[in-house]
């Protein structure tokens, strides 16, 4: 092993050579760009167009697979699956993960901790005062705006996923990941850097997403706005028990009138522009995508594996009437079928690749479509918990008024009563199943996960081998040490 070649990539040796493929479907001055495949170290960051390229390359490292793109997902859905979800590929890096049984040599893991602070450390480079001096005030804003918004929210998820749940009350001394806000541009920048603890983690995200949400406008095209950092605030403070704080961002969003519930459930996903529900989703299309999530979800003539396989024990917790419990069986199928057949949140696998005849959601079922990260579903669902936990009013909805709007789009029978802390967080399950949010969901409201209780060592990634090897300053995760 080359600990020194190591020790470079863990501390971020970049050399500002990114893929700045250029989204085909925007004309926006921002997206004007000539497209590059790459930018010379030398010349990177001296003109403003250039700048803005590395931008768009900030947010193409951000939709990898690694991170965002699904792993982020698959690490909450699969370590929080008991009944719900089976894992029936041949892939070993999922089948660890979702046996709560990670080996600190899982890709998977490495991988997603290399490509986080890749993409932290271009927006450490994006943030440098001498780079946004070369810009007018206005793309100055923008940028630093968009910069912080992604570096606050990989720093979010990382904290989540590498160290113990967030305790509301509490210190919070457990150790998260390191905090890096200077750039690594030379060989010379590399230095060693231990983890910080989970309590300033979560103090920079915050920042970070304040800032954003206070530079950014409410409009920015295919990018961050001032909507998407308050969703992720949002997000954030539900998660760290600070409940009015996350009722009033989520409301903020819900109340700017920008956003509308899509017709039905299905809708919002698998869309190739912009659909009226996305907050914030990553660009897709032929030329330029990340299709994990369909590889793993999905099970169609073309499109994905079928690895994901939904059981029947959960379709039935739905209503009759549930739109986002419907079943389009096998005999309504044929295996020509893609995605634009499916009519049903559920469907009978078809694909031929390898796992057809399970169930598969329908919400990752097409390649080329847009990732929807951020919808507005999660809004009213978070402004509901969060006034419900701290017996607030923020917004012009209750709780169960807020629960019913996303019933109502459902199909589902509304509440008739006043909504139980159940009924909200059932109803949350329903809504945002296969999107990433299990797993924190059940830390916070401090559930077991099968056996494990919700602060078990396993239920968090280990520290990746490699990194402990190339860094001193590094402690590893405790119930990996004995393994």
Same mark, same amino acid.
């Given at each position: 092993?080359?600990?020194m070649?190591?020790?470079?990539s863990?501390?971020?040796?970049w050399?500002?050579?990114?893929?700045?493929l250029?989204?085909?479907?925007?004309?926006?001055?921002? @997206?004007?760009?000539l497209?590059?495949?790459? #930018?010379?170290?030398s010349?990177?960051?001296?003109?403003p167009?250039? =700048?803005?390229a590395t931008?768009?390359?900030?947010? &193409?490292?951000?939709?990898?697979?690694r #991170?965002?793109g699904?792993r982020?997902?698959?690490?909450?859905?699969?370590?929080?699956a008991?009944t719900d979800?089976?894992? =029936?590929?041949?892939?070993?890096q999922?089948?660890?993960?979702?046996?709560?049984?990670?080996?600190?040599t899982?890709?998977?893991v490495?991988?997603?901790?290399?490509?986080?602070?890749? @993409? #932290?450390?271009i927006?450490?480079?994006?943030? /440098?005062?001498?780079i946004?001096?070369?810009?007018?005030? /206005?793309? $100055?804003?923008?940028?630093?705006?968009?910069?912080?918004?992604?570096?606050?929210? !990989?720093?979010?998820?990382m904290?989540?996923?590498?160290?113990?749940?967030?305790e509301?009350?509490?210190?919070?001394?457990?150790?998260? !990941?390191? =905090?890096?806000?200077?750039?690594?541009?030379?060989?010379?920048?590399?230095?060693?850097?231990?983890r910080?603890?989970?309590?300033?983690v979560?103090?920079r995200?915050?920042?970070d997403?304040?800032?954003?949400? *206070?530079?950014?406008?409410?409009?920015n095209?295919?990018?961050?706005t001032? +909507?998407? $950092?308050?969703?992720?605030?949002?997000?954030?403070?539900?998660?760290?028990?600070d409940?009015?704080?996350?009722?009033?961002?989520?409301?903020?969003?819900?109340?700017?009138?920008m956003?509308?519930?899509?017709?039905?459930p299905?809708?919002?996903?698998?869309?190739?522009?912009?659909?009226?529900?996305?907050?914030?989703?990553f660009?897709?299309? !032929?030329?330029?995508?990340?299709n994990? &999530?369909?590889?793993?979800?999905?099970?169609?003539?073309?499109?994905?594996?079928? /690895?994901y396989?939904?059981?029947?024990?959960f379709l039935?917790?739905?209503?009759?009437l549930?739109?986002?419990?419907? +079943?389009?069986?096998?005999?309504e199928?044929?295996?020509? +079928?893609? =995605?634009?057949?499916? *009519?049903?949140?559920?469907?009978?696998?078809?694909?031929?690749?390898?796992?057809s005849?399970?169930i598969?959601?329908?919400k990752?079922g097409?390649?080329?479509?847009?990732?929807?990260?951020?919808?507005?579903?999660?809004?009213y669902?978070?402004?509901?918990?969060?006034?419900f936990?701290?017996?607030?009013?923020v917004?012009?909805?209750?709780? *169960?008024?807020?629960?019913?709007? #996303?019933?109502?789009?459902?199909?589902?029978? $509304?509440?008739?009563?006043?909504?139980?802390?159940?009924?909200?967080?059932?109803?949350?399950?329903?809504?945002l199943?296969?999107?990433?949010?299990?797993?924190?969901?059940?830390?916070?409201?401090?559930?077991?996960?099968?056996?494990d209780?919700?602060?078990?060592?396993?239920?968090i &990634?280990?520290?990746?081998?490699r990194?402990?090897?190339?860094?001193?300053?590094? !402690?590893q995760n405790?119930? +990996?040490?004995?393994?």
């Amino acid at each position: 092993m080359n600990i020194m070649k190591n020790k470079i990539s863990y501390k971020l040796f970049w050399l500002l050579i990114f893929p700045v493929l250029i989204y085909q479907n925007s004309c926006t001055e921002k @997206l004007d760009l000539l497209p590059k495949q790459s #930018i010379d170290a030398s010349t990177a960051l001296t003109t403003p167009d250039n =700048i803005k390229a590395t931008l768009i390359g900030a947010y &193409l490292s951000a939709r990898s697979s690694r #991170i965002f793109g699904s792993r982020f997902n698959e690490y909450s859905e699969l370590l929080a699956a008991t009944t719900d979800l089976r894992f =029936i590929g041949s892939y070993s890096q999922p089948r660890d993960i979702i046996n709560k049984s990670i080996s600190v040599t899982n890709s998977y893991v490495e991988d997603t901790w290399i490509r986080a602070y890749d @993409l #932290i450390n271009i927006c450490n480079i994006l943030l /440098d005062p001498e780079i946004l001096a070369i810009l007018d005030s /206005d793309d $100055a804003k923008t940028v630093e705006g968009e910069a912080k918004f992604l570096r606050g929210w !990989v720093y979010f998820e990382m904290a989540r996923l590498y160290g113990l749940p967030y305790e509301p009350g509490q210190t919070n001394s457990q150790l998260g !990941v390191p =905090i890096i806000l200077t750039p690594t541009k030379d060989v010379s920048d590399a230095i060693d850097v231990a983890r910080n603890t989970v309590e300033e983690v979560y103090d920079r995200a915050i920042s970070d997403l304040n800032d954003a949400k *206070t530079l950014l406008s409410e409009t920015n095209d295919v990018y961050a706005t001032t +909507y998407a $950092a308050s969703a992720i605030l949002a997000r954030l403070h539900l998660q760290t028990g600070d409940f009015a704080t996350a009722a009033t961002e989520a409301s903020r969003v819900i109340e700017s009138g920008m956003y509308a519930l899509t017709t039905i459930p299905l809708g919002a996903f698998n869309n190739t522009g912009a659909s009226s529900e996305d907050i914030f989703a990553f660009q897709n299309n !032929v030329a330029s995508n990340t299709n994990w &999530l369909t590889v793993m979800y999905a099970s169609l003539n073309g499109m994905g594996r079928g /690895d994901y396989d939904i059981q029947q024990v959960f379709l039935d917790t739905f209503d009759p009437l549930d739109l986002r419990g419907m +079943y389009q069986g096998d005999s309504e199928m044929e295996e020509s +079928y893609t =995605i634009a057949n499916i *009519t049903k949140m559920y469907y009978f696998g078809v694909g031929q690749l390898l796992n057809s005849g399970g169930i598969n959601t329908s919400k990752w079922g097409d390649y080329y479509a847009n990732i929807p990260m951020i919808r507005l579903a999660e809004m009213y669902l978070i402004r509901s918990e969060a006034n419900f936990e701290a017996a607030s009013a923020v917004g012009p909805n209750t709780p *169960t008024q807020d629960i019913n709007v #996303i019933r109502a789009r459902s199909l589902a029978p $509304a509440i008739a009563g006043i909504v139980t802390q159940a009924e909200i967080r059932q109803e949350r399950y329903w809504e945002l199943c296969w999107e990433g949010h299990r797993l924190h969901d059940l830390k916070r409201w401090n559930l077991n996960i099968g056996t494990d209780p919700y602060n078990a060592g396993n239920l968090i &990634l280990p520290i990746p081998f490699r990194e402990m090897e190339a860094n001193d300053l590094l !402690v590893q995760n405790a119930w +990996y040490t004995s393994k």
